[in-house]
């Protein structure tokens, strides 16, 4: 009677052990079907990058065809999901660092890890700049990024882009008067326009946004952030860490948050 029951409660343990490894592989499954790109920087110099951006174009490297990205954190790493694997071109930027452009195969269902080494920018009197950075209200659904996109030495690439870190979207800006054929041509000093972005602005929290530029020979100056850099904090900066700025820009970032064109001129130092 004992081994019995003991038999008869061990098939129910097994089956019921069964069962709940059906459900957990059931419920569990979709997340391990998630693509990600995903990779520590570090610099030529040996230092961990503790701020940036990343963004990947769907297929060819140097396509323009920008989708996906995301913030590098201060530890160093970053970590995108990508809605499908195959052919993507992979960009990392960090002010003071040359930019990392690389064309990755992408293992679908997969967490592909890549390696990224940033050299160190010898000079940034060369580096494009970003000002007057504007959010613009286009409807309740939907908002437009603008900016100004200057250049010491006139070489700027067709690289323009902002980047939603918090739904890993990333979007190329175009000069307001047209994109150029051909994307070796040097690209014009002035206004750059995003596509029109399927977001309501209201209630958008401007910290989740990034914004770079570089050159056709790899510069970027700094990753600006989408809010504005208030003059007595500016003069601050230099003795302040970039944690301690980051929590002072969220304060001020809740207050704008309702404005429809936000200019700013913020940047994330490293
Ligand atoms: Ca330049």
């Keep these: 009677m004992y081994s019995g029951s003991s038999s008869i409660t061990r098939n129910w343990l097994t089956s019921s052990l069964a069962g709940l490894m059906i459900s957990w592989t059931l419920f569990v499954s979709p997340s391990w079907a998630q693509t990600f790109v995903s990779g520590k920087v570090i610099t030529s110099d040996g230092m961990v990058v503790a701020s940036g951006a990343v963004a990947l174009e769907k297929g060819e490297l140097h396509n323009n065809a920008f989708l996906t ?5 201060s530890d160093g790493t970053f970590k995108i999901p ?31 890890d890549i390696p990224v080494i ?11 700049k970003i000002s007057n950075i504007g959010l613009k209200k286009i409807s309740d659904q939907v908002f437009q990024v603008a900016m100004q996109v200057d250049d010491p030495d006139n070489n700027l690439g067709p690289q323009m882009l902002a980047i ?11 000069p307001k008067d047209g994109d150029l054929k051909d994307v070796k041509a040097d690209f014009p000093i002035g206004e750059y326009v995003s596509p029109f972005i399927p977001l309501a602005l209201d209630g958008e929290d401007l910290n989740d946004w990034l914004f770079v530029v570089a050159d056709h020979q790899c510069s970027n100056g700094p990753v600006y952030i989408g809010y504005p850099l208030p003059s007595a904090l500016r003069a601050r900066r230099a003795t302040l860490n970039s944690n ?27």
């Design 82 to 112: 990508l809605p499908s694997g195959g052919a993507w071109g992979l960009h990392v930027y960090s002010e003071k660092y040359i930019y990392f452009p690389l064309q990755i195969q992408v293992i679908e269902s997969a967490d592909n």
């Design 69 to 73: 990205g995301g913030a590098i954190g």
């Design 244 to 270: 301690c700025i980051v929590r002072r820009m969220r304060f001020f970032s809740r207050v704008l948050s309702r404005a429809q064109i936000v200019p700013a001129t913020g940047f994330l130092p490293n």
């Design 164 to 174: 939603d870190t918090k739904r890993f979207r990333s979007y190329r800006l175009l």
């Design 118 to 128: 940033l050299p160190v920018d010898g000079t940034t009197k060369d580096d494009p």
